[in-house]
C-alpha cells in the first residue's frame, strides 16, 4: 500500500485554506494551486500578469523541491488564468520555465471567473518524485 504524506516547505506561501501545499502518495507529488504571493510576506507580488505568472512558478518550483520532485519531473499542468488574453505572455514565461525539461508536460489552460485573491494566474501539477 502507498504511502500518502502532506509536503510543507517555507521557501513557498503557506496554504491560504484547510489543504496541504502538495501531497506526496507513493511515487506520485501532486501539488496544490500555486498563486503569486510572496513567501515572507504573504502578499500578491506587485506588478501584472509577467510577474505573477514568475512569482506562481517560483512557489510551484519550491514546492516541487521540497517534495523530493523537480520541475523536469512535471508530468501534467492546469493553469488557470483570469483574462485569455494573457494567454501568449504565460506561455512564453511557462516555456522558459520548463526549458530544461526533457519533455514538456501535459497541460490543460482555463479561463477562470475568478481566482483567490484575485490573482491573475494559478498553477497546480502533478509530478514524480525522485524519492
Do not use: W
Not at 34 to 41: D, K
Request: net charge negative; with cysteine; charged share 20%.
Amino acid at each position: 500500500m502507498s504511502t500518502i504524506t502532506a509536503v510543507a516547505t517555507t521557501n513557498a506561501p503557506s496554504a491560504i485554506g484547510p489543504y496541504s501545499q502538495a501531497i506526496k502518495a507513493g511515487d506520485f507529488v501532486f501539488v496544490s494551486g500555486c498563486i503569486p504571493l510572496v513567501p515572507s510576506t504573504m502578499q500578491i507580488v506587485e506588478g501584472g500578469i509577467e510577474e505573477q505568472t514568475k512569482q506562481a512558478l517560483t512557489n510551484l518550483k519550491a514546492v516541487l523541491e521540497a517534495s523530493a520532485s523537480s520541475v523536469g519531473k512535471v508530468v501534467k499542468t492546469t493553469v488557470f488564468l483570469k483574462n485569455m488574453e494573457d494567454f501568449a505572455t504565460v506561455n512564453k514565461i511557462y516555456e522558459e520555465f520548463f526549458s530544461s525539461s526533457e519533455h514538456k508536460p501535459a497541460r490543460s489552460a482555463v479561463e477562470v471567473a475568478r481566482l483567490p485573491k484575485d490573482v491573475l494566474f494559478e498553477i497546480e501539477c502533478i509530478s514524480v518524485s525522485s524519492k
